[in-house]
């Protein structure tokens, strides 16, 4: 089973800073086959990229991200005051493999 | 519009069983994969179960493998989570989610509001 800790826990920021998220699987991933999704309180979870690096259908620009092997990164050049949130990589391409990570939540300073 | 939405939740004891449904619309449902995925409170996202669009591949995690059941009925746009054996480590809000392709295990791209299962005595 691959495990895919996500780094910081908890990031603390301020609207207009960049934020950016780490996810280091503990193999490597296949085919780049990895994603991201933000959850806000009460709310289901929304895909923001996929492919490592696709961004998914609506999702503003100031959202990137890149990564291959076992390291991914998500970026968020400025924050709005509507990203503060959770957010969680995903790997996909089999069942064996269909796992979350913990999660990091971005925060307001 | 695409839309989940997530039935048959509830309180139930430990050791019984709870049959969750999830009716969709707004898309071909016979052409994608459909997954569960619960949310225990306060905590991050697991994966249960997932399901090709034809039935002809289902897998589960292992925490509810032998227990719980994948199915889906295409003329019906439904997908259904048959969960026996229920414990308490299972209370958690289960969401049905579209997987982006017809064979399951891409990303999910949309998500039901979830139904919560509380399993308690």
């Known amino acids: 089973e691959i495990v895919l800790p996500q780094s910081p826990g908890t990031l603390s920021l301020s609207p207009g800073e960049r934020a950016t998220l780490s996810c280091r699987a503990s193999?490597?991933?296949?085919?780049?086959?990895l994603a991201w999704y933000q959850q806000k309180p009460g709310q289901a979870p929304r895909l923001l990229v996929y492919g490592a690096s696709s961004r998914a259908t609506g999702i503003p620009d100031r959202f990137s991200a890149s990564g291959s092997g076992t390291d991914f990164t998500l970026t968020i050049s400025r924050l709005e005051p509507d990203d503060f949130a959770v957010y969680y990589c995903?790997?996909?391409?089999?069942?064996?493999?269909?796992?979350f990570g913990p999660g990091t939540k971005v925060e307001i300073k | 519009e695409v839309q989940l939405v997530e039935s048959g939740g509830g309180l139930v004891q430990p050791g019984r069983s709870l049959r969750l449904s999830c009716a969709a619309s707004?898309?071909?449902?016979?052409?994608?994969?459909m997954h569960w995925v619960r949310q225990a409170p306060g905590k991050g996202l697991e994966w249960v179960a997932g399901?090709?669009?034809?039935?002809?591949?289902?897998g589960y995690a292992v925490s509810v493998k032998g227990r719980f059941t994948i199915s889906r009925d295409n003329a019906k746009k439904s997908l259904s989570l048959q969960m026996n054996s229920l414990r308490p480590e299972d209370t958690a809000l289960y969401y049905c989610?579209?997987?982006?392709?017809?064979?399951?295990?891409?990303?999910?791209?949309?998500w039901g509001q979830g139904t919560l299962v509380t399993v308690s005595s």
């Open positions: 995903q790997q996909y391409g089999s069942s064996s493999l269909f796992s």
């Open positions: 399901i090709s669009w034809n039935s002809g591949i289902k």
């Open positions: 707004g898309f071909n449902f016979n052409d994608y994969g």
């Open positions: 989610a579209k997987d982006m392709e017809y064979a399951g295990y891409a990303p999910l791209d949309y």
């Open positions: 193999q490597s991933v296949t085919s780049s086959y």
